[in-house]
């Protein structure tokens, strides 16, 4: 059984996280070659959630030092599997005014 593709989520929050930042582009064109991959697209998962938590030590420019991890951004993704769970998390991330789980700190991920 294959490994789960990265989430569209996951994929636009890494673009976001490299541009602009030619460190950080680096860090995703390594992270790539290393795991045998072509394009971002190509990640699983856990493979993204380890790739933005790289990307996120580079730099942090604005992004919140208490962000939420990898692995809370894995499982609150993972636990999406019906409207209920979804409806749930886009009213959580509206009140909180983010545009992805990405974009939660650690307290909000925990919250959710």
């Known amino acids: 059984m294959g490994e789960t593709k990265a989430t569209n989520n996951q994929i636009n929050f890494i673009k976001k996280l490299e541009k602009g930042n030619e460190e950080r582009s680096k ?14 697209e190509d ?10 938590e790289e990307m996120r030590k580079i730099g942090n420019g604005n992004l919140p030092e208490s962000f939420a991890t990898g692995k809370q951004i894995s499982f609150i993704e993972n636990l999406q599997k019906n409207e209920e769970a979804e409806r749930i998390t886009e009213n959580f991330l ?3 005014n983010k545009e992805t789980v990405n ?3 650690m ?4 919250e959710l």
């Open 27 to 40: 860090k995703l064109k390594q992270f790539l070659k290393d795991k045998n991959k072509e394009k971002i």
């Open 107 to 110: 307290q909000e991920a925990s």
């Open 43 to 52: 990640l699983s998962i856990k493979e993204a959630s380890e790739l933005i």
């Open 103 to 105: 974009f939660l700190t």
């Open 94 to 96: 509206k009140n909180k």
